[in-house]
């Protein structure tokens, strides 16, 4: 097992609300932002491990989740009018 010294280990508080700041160095190795997604799990070993969420992958997740309640964009009941090239503009 890796010791903590090997690990650059930060200490974050738990407010009186249950809510902790991921620190800077944490956030800029997992790259994450604000609004961001991340996933807790623990391992074999009983640690609790931090990843960030796939962005690409979340948002195609959520095209399908959304497909799958309204149903496809590609719908042929859907009129989007005449083609926008036609136009022409001075």
Known sequence: MISYKERNPVTAKITSKNQVTIPKSIRTALDIKSHDHIIFYTNEQGD??????????????????????????????????????AEDFD
């Open 48 to 85: 609790v491990v931090i990843k960030s969420v796939d962005k690409k992958k979340a948002f195609w997740e959520k095209v399908e989740e959304q497909q799958a309640t309204y149903g496809s964009i590609d719908d042929t009941e859907m009129t989007w009018g005449e083609d926008l090239e």
